[in-house]
């Protein structure tokens, strides 16, 4: 099971970005998918989820409205599109699988390697 996010990077305020979150070794049609993301001296945030078997999707009222979570079972990758970003949203961004959805870091059982979104004002 690996979980490999890409698609992070360097954005000005106001700016979009997309992460992707490749998933191997299992299906989407077997494990939920939720992004969490760890800002400089702060606990891991869980932010979106996308469930195994419907594709509901749960949200963090501080992304709610602007971030939107997809997914792609036939290639097996889960989609974080993060529109009108700002500095507060500047964090490690990861995915986590499970089998149901959770926004709490400990209900997660495979941990992609993570990737840095900046924000500058």
């Known amino acids: 099971v690996q979980l490999v996010e890409s698609g992070g990077g360097s954005v000005q305020a106001g700016e979009s970005l997309t992460l992707s979150c490749a998933a191997s070794g299992f299906s989407l049609d077997h494990y939920a998918i939720a992004w969490f993301r760890q800002a400089p001296g702060a606990d891991r945030e869980g932010i979106s989820c996308i469930d195994r078997s419907d594709g509901y999707t749960y949200y963090a009222d501080s992304v709610k409205g602007r971030f939107t979570l997809s997914k792609d079972n036939a290639k097996s990758t889960v989609f974080l599109q993060m529109n009108s970003l700002s500095p507060e949203d500047t964090a490690v961004y990861y995915c986590?699988?499970?089998?149901?959805?959770?926004?709490?870091?400990?209900?997660?059982?495979?941990w992609g390697q993570g990737t840095q979104v900046t924000v500058s004002p």
């Open positions: 986590a699988a499970a089998y149901q959805c959770s926004l709490s870091p400990e209900e997660l059982t495979y």
